[in-house]
């Protein structure tokens, strides 16, 4: 008599429902915090918190800091740090201004209104930033000064040649043109911001379907249809709502009685026009979008996150680890030249504080972000986000009266939270 086995295959374990979406458990906290943060601030303000232009004036202070903060992802990955990011803004703000008001109309007789002022100036402050900023690199790859030393020499070597750039004065009027990449007079407007909602929404769907595609080609296993519907259909109401959001802010009526005084006429009756989305945001949108694909499309960033998970195992393999550095502190300093750009438009003039305390910021919203002190992790959304928590946490607290001592000692205390978080989950996935 044979005996006859049979062999069943073990029940597939039950998904939840954040495991059947792949929902990053860091993200959907971080998501969690800052919601949990603007409802609680506005609240404590009467609903003033969560109102259109609070909303757009939140996104064009957080824009300079979360470009920056993309770079620091590179930076901390790399397991060095960068204390002169702030003042490395401020030099790029001052060659800009000098740039525009003094040495084109004095030596290339250039004034104000000309076309290519605005060009030239952020082409020079850019450049200003990525030669620093690779000169930096190089102290620390090629002649091995610890980043730290570095970086805090630099801190005070570039806030005080941006001092003597402008000897200490306060430069302005910037170029009109120059001034739109501030946010305040630099907007889409109302129907080319629903346009960009369109396509930036058609965009994103079209990652998710093709992102589905590859998986399936190469054997992957898929999530449920359902769970991808509810992942596109939150993009999509979260892209064109952030949109609607921005639209719903209508431009006084005696900004637009001066607008059109200045073009000899007058506003037409029941005439009203909206905002619409900052410039600075969509720069900044478009620095996370090439960084993103830096990052995980192509071999300087695959190199970026090998080094940083291993520096020894990396140079054995082959990558110039001394020249990724230089690479690396190259980009930061072309992404504080962008980010000067954006903070001295929006100011409208450069002075001399300008990018005060900027390091501690970008370092505080890469950390809250998800990058990893240690090296070798982090992203550069978690970092715009970290970013957006850090300007909603100091907002909030202008808003409700908090004085700047207490308002640093909040941002402090939350950043050390942060970092003891990041700690406790890495461990227990570490040991889970």
Known sequence: MTETTTDTQPAAPKRTLVQSLEIDLRLLGMIGAFAIVCVTFNVLTDGRFLTPRNIFN???????????????????????????????????????????????????????????????????????????????????????????????????????VGWYLTNGQTIGPLDETFRAFGGISGTLGEFWSWIFGVVATAAALWILASSRRNKKAHGFPLKPLWAEAVVAAIVAIGIMGFIWILNSYQIPSRVLAR???????????????????????????????????????????????????????????????RLLTVKVFAIMGALCGLAALVASARLANHSNDIGTLDELRVIAAAVIGGTALSGGIGTIYGAILGALIMQSLQSGMAMVGVDAPLQNIVVGSVLVLAVWIDIVYRRRIGTG
């Open 58 to 160: 939140l996104t064009i202070q957080t824009a300079s800091v979360a470009i920056m903060a993309t770079g620091m992802v590179f930076i901390i990955v790399t397991r060095h740090i960068d204390l002169a990011v702030g003042a490395l803004l401020a030099t790029c703000s001052a060659m800009m201004a000098m740039t525009q008001t003094t040495w084109l109309p004095q030596y290339l007789g250039l004034e104000l209104g000309h076309p290519l002022i605005p060009w030239i100036a952020i082409a020079v402050g850019i450049l200003t930033g990525t030669l620093i900023g690779a000169f930096q690199g190089w102290l620390v790859g090629y002649q091995l000064i610890p980043a730290f030393i570095v970086t805090l020499g630099g801190l005070l070597v570039w806030r005080n």
């Open 259 to 321: 607008d059109f005084a200045a073009q000899g006429l007058e506003v037409p009756e029941g005439y009203t026009a909206a905002y619409g989305l900052p410039i600075s945001v969509l720069l900044l949108i478009a620095v996370a979008v090439v960084m993103t694909i830096v990052a995980r499309r192509t071999r300087l960033g695959r190199y970026i996150f090998a080094t940083g998970g291993n520096p020894d195992a990396a140079e054995l393999s082959g990558i110039n680890t």
